[in-house]
Nanobody, 118 residues
């Protein structure tokens, strides 16, 4: 499966942004999907994931603020970001786990930059 992330940009603290990830190839509905991010000068970190059965997990730092969802008919996965903070500034990546769960991400899209101004 090939992944293409989009929707990044500049947003003020407290604002909202929705990231999208379009998939092509593969059988999207059987994949687990995830969002990761890499802040400036730091390692890549987990943000959120959703299994083939729509089970969701979140990093503690984004719980209650971010929501992951998927639309299997459109082969899309989304990350709705609300009440964003400057520490959410990062390059965001979507990824796919072919097992359908969210432990073995093998396919990665290019990143989309999110910058939160204070």
């Amino acid at each position: 499966v090939q992944l293409q992330a989009s929707g990044g940009g500049l947003v003020q603290a407290g604002g909202s942004l929705r990231l999208s990830c379009a998939a092509s190839g593969g059988t999207f509905s059987t994949y687990g999907m995830g969002w990761f991010r890499q802040p400036p000068g730091k390692e890549r970190e987990f943000v959120a994931a959703i299994t083939w059965a729509a089970g969701r997990t979140y990093a503690d730092s984004v719980k209650g603020r971010f929501a992951i969802s998927r639309d299997d008919a459109k082969k899309m996965v989304y990350l709705q970001m609300t009440n964003v903070k400057p520490e959410d500034t990062a390059v965001y990546y979507c990824a796919a786990d072919p097992t359908g769960w969210t432990r073995r991400f093998e396919n990665w899209g290019q990143g989309t930059q999110v910058t939160v101004s204070s």
